[in-house]
Nanobody
Framework: QVQLVESGGGLVQAGGSLSLSCAAS????????MGWFRQAPGKEREFVAAIRWATTTAYYGDFVKGRFTISTDNDKNTVYLQMTSLKPEDTAVYYC??????????????????WGQGTQVTVSS
């Protein structure tokens, strides 16, 4: 069992940057995949990014287009999402997730077994 706690959300102007953190309650072993999803009001949860803990190979949703970077800190058992050039349409609750299902599609919500409570990101125009 892994508990995930996100932090770092807030209000930012369009064009600004924000960094989200997701701290795990215990050591993240190399066979984990960590992901970020987001959900805007009235919309389905959407894949943002994922990273293989062992290799730090990263994957991104199509809309990211080089604006976001996912990374990890082994010592802190933490995964980060650095967001730049933020747009109003990036406004959503951002969720951290973890899975051991390394063979399953990383962009699919049902692949992930553990979820954080979410952190609100609001981008004003």
């Amino acid at each position: 069992q892994v508990q995930l706690v996100e932090s770092g959300g807030g209000l930012v102007q369009a064009g600004g940057s924000l960094s989200l953190s997701c701290a795990a309650s215990r050591r993240i072993f190399s066979n984990y995949i960590m992901g970020w999803f987001r959900q805007a009001p009235g919309k389905e949860r959407e894949f943002v990014a994922a990273i293989r803990w062992a290799t730090t190979t990263a994957y991104y949703g199509d809309f990211v287009k080089g604006r976001f970077t996912i990374s990890t800190d082994n010592d802190k058992n933490t995964v980060y999402l650095q967001m730049t050039s933020l747009k109003p349409e990036d406004t959503a609750v951002y969720y951290c997730a973890a899975t051991l299902r390394v063979g399953s599609p990383m962009a699919v919500e049902s692949t992930y077994d553990y979820w954080g409570q979410g952190t609100q990101v609001t981008v004003s125009s």
